[in-house]
């Protein structure tokens, strides 16, 4: 499955039509984590595809995508599953939904999914969910910052929508440009990052879309986004 994510997030990054991703699961969780009994096999990923990378590399994916990702947390996200949702731009979950880093009650350790939950999670409360492997709902996860917002089932489709349409309605270069600027900044230090930015900005004034958002809000009218 992480294999075909990975073909999956590729396809749909090199796709023109394509603006924003959502990412969910099938059935009553969102994802329950990697396989412990394949882990103790040896973990023979047992593809036709091409192997293009391990879950480390989806992680990888996930952050630097240059499109919105939204995880749709329409149940369970434990372990790795966790790990998808903390690594996507955005993520709502239905208020039943349980979540948490159960390793550690097997002799494990949630070693890659600390990197991704560290820039999201306050250290302390991050200890707490690795060290005593607790679930906790999806209201505790906004508090967290882990989701954006915890919603009854019914509302679910209709918060991810909403979240999408925003997005596609802003331009495309625009965001792309700023998601690969905001990848891009987010381990350096101020100095570094600060001047690397402001080229960025240059950058992206130097767009046709750029051009023609400022003109749409001097004339006071919508802007005409071309993605150019």
Partial sequence: MVNELLYALDDAMGDPGVRCVVLTGTGDAFCAGGDFSDMSAGGDPGT????RGDYADLLLALTRATKPIVARVNG???????????????AVGITGAKLGTPEIHVGLFPMMIMAILQRNVPRRQLLEMMLLGRRFDAQEAVSLGILNRAVVPELLDETVKE???GVISKSPVAVRMGLDAYAAQDDLDLETALPLLRDRLTACLSTDDAREGLMAFMEKRQPRWTGK
Avoid: C, N
């Avoid at 036709?48 to 192997?51: F, G, M, R, T, V």
């Avoid at 369970?76 to 955005?90: I, P, R």
């Fill in 48 to 51: 036709a595809l091409p192997p």
């Fill in 76 to 90: 369970h996200a434990l372990g790795g599953g966790l790990g998808l949702v903390a690594a996507s731009h955005f």
């Fill in 163 to 165: 979240i999408a349409d």
